[in-house]
């Protein structure tokens, strides 16, 4: 009886394992070939969206899908003509497209404390570097990746699907 019980348990740890390095390999995947990255929130410009030390789940461009109004992206600021800020990358949403001259307009979410195209105009297509996977995804903190994970499963499905 005691040595089924310790097979048993054995075969729990065993299989335990096994999914946790499968879940490992998974996040590297997502991470290395199809581009994911987990975006840092710092500032208040997004609020009440988007909080300071939460993070963002986002994209890279290529592999993800177009630009649209209302998406959130993260902003190559080397890439901006006229953009102070010091870090290499700004959060904001997607006001408007110019496809004449693939250019965009982005704010925050907080227009009375957002460094955004107000002060820096238009934004060349080129510097949007990331896009965030959903809204929902958004708002987790750090704590929350693997619940970000799913919620990109969930949206790959609904491009699959045509419904994104």
């Known amino acids: 009886m005691i040595k089924v019980l310790l097979d ?6 065993a299989l335990a394992a096994i999914i946790a390095i499968a879940f ?6 997502m991470i290395i070939i199809r581009g994911l990255k987990i975006s840092p929130v710092i500032g208040p410009s ?24 209302g998406d959130i992206v993260c902003l190559n600021t080397k890439k901006i003509s006229g953009c102070t800020s010091n870090s290499k990358y700004i959060i904001k949403r ?6 004449e001259n693939n250019k965009i307009y982005v704010l925050g979410d907080n227009r009375n404390s957002s460094y955004d ?3 820096f105009g238009w934004v060349p297509m080129e510097a949007v570097k990331f896009i965030s996977l ?17 919620d ?13």
């Open 8 to 13: 048993i348990i054995i075969a729990v740890v």
């Open 24 to 29: 490992v390999l998974y996040c590297a995947y």
């Open 46 to 69: 997004m609020e009440p969206t988007l909080h300071e030390k939460e993070c963002v789940l986002v994209a890279r461009t290529k592999f993800y899908r177009n630009v649209k109004v």
């Open 94 to 99: 997607v006001s408007e497209i110019d496809k």
């Open 117 to 119: 195209s107000r002060s």
């Open 134 to 150: 959903s809204e929902k995804s958004a708002r987790y903190s750090i704590e929350g990746f693997s619940n970000m994970i799913l």
């Open 152 to 164: 990109y499963k969930v949206e790959m499905k609904k491009m699959k699907e045509g419904k994104r």
